[in-house]
């Protein structure tokens, strides 16, 4: 079974742009959760989907967006970048069943100039 | 508020020796622990959970204990070898809640030398 998927790998832009990142989940995998991941910061949560829906969202500003389809592959959004959303972007799939093992892509790594 | 502290940020090993992470959590509502690790420029791996109705999970070299009292459970590796270097994330979970996600503690550096 593939695993997830995350496009592009690394991204480099501008500060005042805005970019899209792309998850593919795990075949069978509905609930898809985005983090950030900053050099001593640890994850920090960002969103949640479940079947197209938003179920929980961290505290982030309103720049920060994301979506689901209908074959559960998620994106997320980041307006007017800034210096400081320089991070790795991860995604992470998990089955509806059972606890809420979390299984990540390989990330994105965002570079913002 | 970390709800979940990894207070160790590094921790340097001999091969061969055990290893032990440590992980509080201060949310009495979390009932699920989950340990991942992660090399550079790779997603973290799921490597074991323990659910609250136990005290120690085991599997292969890894074993989780959780002691629900003082809120803190552990991650020990015996017996560590080099490819074992990588961050330790502790994660928890309230899985009867609806907020669907986990909390992460800021990561633990492992490195085991040889």
């Known amino acids: 079974k593939a695993g997830v998927t995350q496009t592009p790998r690394y991204l480099i832009k501008t500060r005042g742009q805005q970019v899209t990142l792309s998850c593919s989940p795990i075949s069978g995998h509905r609930s898809v959760s985005w983090y950030q991941q900053t050099p001593g910061q640890g994850l920090q949560f960002l969103f949640e989907?479940?079947?197209?829906?938003?179920?929980n969202k961290g505290n982030f500003p309103g720049r920060f967006s994301g979506r689901q389809f209908s074959n559960s592959r998620s994106e997320m959004n980041v307006s007017t970048l800034e210096l400081g959303d320089s991070a790795l972007y991860l995604c992470?799939?998990?089955?509806?069943?059972?606890?809420?093992?979390?299984?990540f892509g390989p990330g994105t790594r965002l570079t913002v100039l | 508020d970390q709800q979940v502290k990894q207070n160790s940020p590094s921790l340097s090993v001999q091969e061969g020796r055990i290893s032990i992470l440590n992980c509080d959590y201060t949310?009495?509502?979390?009932?699920?622990f989950l340990w991942y690790k992660k090399y550079p420029a790779e997603g973290p791996t799921f490597l074991i959970s323990i659910s609250s109705i136990k005290d120690k999970n085991e599997d292969g070299r890894f074993t989780v204990f959780l002691n629900k009292s003082a809120k803190h459970l552990s991650l020990h590796i015996v017996p560590s070898q080099p490819g074992d270097s990588a961050v330790y994330f502790c994660?928890?979970?309230?899985?009867?809640?609806?907020?669907?996600?986990?909390?992460f503690g800021k990561g633990t550096l492992l490195t085991v030398n040889p």
């Open positions: 989907y479940f079947s197209e829906t938003q179920r």
């Open positions: 949310n009495s509502m979390f009932d699920y």
């Open positions: 994660a928890a979970e309230n899985s009867g809640g609806s907020n669907y996600k986990l909390t």
């Open positions: 992470a799939s998990s089955s509806p069943s059972g606890y809420n093992e979390q299984f």
